[in-house]
Every structure is written in C-alpha cells, then in structure tokens.
C-alpha cells in the first residue's frame, strides 16, 4: 500500500507510458471498446425500458382488454357468424370464478366501433365526441389525471345514475372560453344535460383514449344509448405474480362458456394482451443488457489480456533495469506490486475513457430521441452496475498483472546484469 502513494511508482508508471505510446494506447483499446460496448447497449436497452414505462405509466403492466366476436365454428345447436354479445354479469362471473384478476371494468362507448359519437353541445358551440360509460373500477387499471377541483365517476354517480360527466382538456378549450371554470358548468350529451364534475389531463389510459373523451357513469350510459347490460369491453387487470397469458386463457375459456360458443372457438372472444406485450418488451431489453455483458466481458478480456502480454514484453525490455533494482536492494513483493500497479492504471485508465464516453454517447441519443412519439428515454446505467463492472476491471487487473509481475519477480540480478 505504501508503494501505492510513491510518487517515484507513478513517475516511473508514466515513463513507461509515454516511451511506448503506441503501443501502449492499441493495448488500451480492447479494455475501452469493451466497457463502452457495456455502457452503450445496456443504457440503450434501459432507455427502451423506461420509454415503454413513461408511454403506459397511468395503465396496469397487467392489464388486457378483452371483447366479444362472432363465432367461427357451430356449436350446441347455433349457427356459425354469430354475433356473441358481453354482459355486466359476465364481470362477476369472471372475477368469481378466476381470483388472479385484480379488478375488472366493464365499458361502453359511443362515437368508435362503427358507431355514432355523441353531439356535445354548450350554447351556440357543439361538436362531435366519444362518450364513455364507465365504472370507478376503471381508475384502479387506468389512472385518469384529473385537473384541481374536479374529480372521476364515483360509487354514488353509479348508484344514483347521475347526470355528470368528465370531459377531455380538448373538449374543455373547444366548448368553454379561456377564463371560464368548466368545472361546475353544463353541457348537452345528445339532448341530455350533464354537469362537468372533472377534466381529465390525456395520458393514454388505453388504446382508444384520445384528450377528447367525455366519461359518464355506466348506468347513466345505458338509459341514454337504451345499451341495458350489454357491454362493448371489459379492461381487466390481473395480479402483478399473475401469468398473464394464462389469466387471458382463462377468461376467454370463461366467457365461451357462459356465451355457448365452441371451445375451440378462439374467433368467437377477442381479446388485446397489454401485459404481454410489456414482457415481450422487457424481456428483449433484459436480453439485450445481458447480451451487452457477455460481449462486454469477453471485449474487456481480450483487452486484459493484451494487457499482460504487453508487460511481459516490456518486462523483457526491461530486464537490465529490474536487475539493477533488485541488487541495489528491492524486494520481490516491491517488483511485482510495481508491475500489477502498471497494470491496474492502464485497465482504469482505459475504463473510465470507455464509461465517459459511452456515458456522452447515451446522453446524445436522449438528447436526440427527447421529445418525440418514440418510446425512448432516459438511457441510463445503474451505479451499481457501472461500479461492478470496475471492480471486474480491477479484479482482472490484478490476477493478469500476476503473470509479468512473477517473470519480473524471477529475474536474477546477476542474469540482469548481463543482459545486452
């Protein structure tokens, strides 16, 4: 350790250094390629991952939406190119009979699926929207933004089949002036007056959500659109230790059954997986930071390795000096702590060249990539993981800088001596 604050180690290190500088800097090379391959793919996978994570933040990682079909096959008597219809009892049906879904949200829309949207109007302005009819269930699968002072559907708006309505920041600009508080205020679902209780801020709380939507409660919407208990989708959302795949198995077996469609009827239940496409997504990523290991190990392997035979060499080269040096008194342990400390600097040295730059590489691509619809962002390494991968750097040092520091150590000082 006191050789390690020598001011006469570091001089005689960076004479060394700078007497072979080419050398020295193609050696450094495999180390640096290496750390900065790390930094670089898995900064870029972990960006992927949060870009993904920032686009569905407000909706569960598992949730799928799920709708009815026609069918595709005969079965039990009815014909093929039936129209299979879902119903509000289905909801309990499902949540008795398959306990890995957490919560579950039936919902109804007017203005997509081919149908008509709702005429929204408020004095002598009007327009044309998507209506939802929706249970406060929906809020724990999709969080809704709601702007100060307002509020989403409750029990009691479902119960009471109140007349209230939250409305989209777009519909908020285009049917109330720009200092008027639409919280409170009025408007005209197709002919009905609705009080606005809440202005949701657009999130993308799932695949048909837009900053105009308007949501009512679900009792509400089916005495005005005369829906009754029939229901467009369900939005569901399964336990985080769930097996998703297999909880949308289950429920689409489910509803085939409660519906008498064939069991092999897969066309007859539709159905959008969300949390399946986050594991698809996830595990490309964790794949690709695990690839970005592998390559950046055996990168920085290589590089070590290139390392310990350019001491060798220059302890060759070097002979004559060593020699000196051990008959005018140093010790093995000072030559070779000499010779592993040589080491260490050039693998460190190479490495943190490697982590800056790939540090900057990530910092540019986010630079780049912010801002825009793709699901990127936030390219980062863990400390840990950039820490970790300096102590491999470090552990490999040593173990690398034993080789040439023992055929240092086993010169004789008379064999030295009379090297030409």
């Known amino acids: 350790m006191k050789q390690l604050f020598d001011r006469d180690t570091w001089i005689e290190i960076f004479q060394s250094i700078r007497k072979n500088r080419l050398r020295t800097f193609l050696t450094m090379i495999g180390v640096f390629i290496g750390i900065y391959i790390y930094i670089g793919l898995s900064g870029a996978a972990n960006g992927l991952q949060n870009g993904f994570e920032r686009e569905f933040k ?5 949730s799928m939406f799920v709708w009815a079909q ?50 929204i109007t408020r004095g002598l302005k009007s327009g044309n929207y998507s209506v939802f009819g929706d249970f406060p269930e929906f809020t ?20 009471q089949e109140r007349k209230v309505c939250v409305i989209g920041e777009r519909t908020q600009k285009e049917l109330f002036d720009d200092e008027e508080n639409s919280i409170g ?61 297999e909880v949308e198995k289950d429920i689409k077996a489910t509803l085939r059954r409660i519906h008498q469609t064939h069991p092999q009827d897969e066309k007859a239940i539709g159905s959008f997986n969300l949390g ?32 310990g035979n350019i001491l060798l060499i220059s302890v060759k080269e070097r002979t004559k000096e060593l020699g000196v040096r051990r008959a005018l008194g140093a010790t093995p342990s000072e030559v070779r702590n000499q010779i592993i400390i040589e080491a260490l600097v050039l693998i460190l040295l190479a490495g943190i060249i490697g982590i800056i730059l790939g540090a900057a590489t990530l910092k540019l691509i986010d630079s780049l990539t912010g801002g825009g619809d793709f699901p990127y962002t936030n390219p980062t390494v863990p400390i840990p993981y950039v ?14 800088g034993l080789i040439p520091a023992q055929r240092a150590v086993s010169i004789r000082p008379i064999d030295a001596l009379r090297e030409e």
Do not use: C
């Open 276 to 307: 399946e496409m986050f594991n698809k997504i996830f595990g490309f990523s964790d794949g690709l930071i695990f690839l970005s290991l592998v390559v950046g190990i055996a990168t920085i392997l290589a590089g070590v390795i290139g390392i």
């Open 140 to 159: 724990k699968i999709a969080t809704k933004r709601i702007y100060d002072g307002g509020r989403f559907i409750n029990d009691e708006d479902i119960e």
């Open 185 to 245: 205020g009025y408007i005209e679902i197709d002919g009905v007056n609705f009080q606005v209780v809440g202005v949701h801020k657009f999130a993308g709380g799932g695949p048909f959500d837009n900053d105009s939507d308007i949501f009512i409660p679900f009792t509400t919407f089916r005495k005005l659109y005369n829906t009754g208990d029939n229901v467009s989708w369900f939005t569901i959302a399964a336990y985080d230790n769930a097996n998703v795949i």
């Open 70 to 119: 026609q069918t595709s096959m005969p079965y039990s008597g009815f014909k093929t190119g039936r129209q299979i219809q879902l119903k509000l009892s289905d909801a309990e049906t499902l949540k008795k009979q398959i306990p890995e879904i957490e919560a579950i949200a039936p919902r109804n829309v007017q203005g997509i699926f081919g149908s008509n949207p709702g005429v």
């Open 58 to 62: 407000t909706i569960a990682r598992n």
């Open 387 to 400: 820490l970790g991968s300096l102590m491999l750097m470090i552990i490999l040092g040593i173990l690398i």
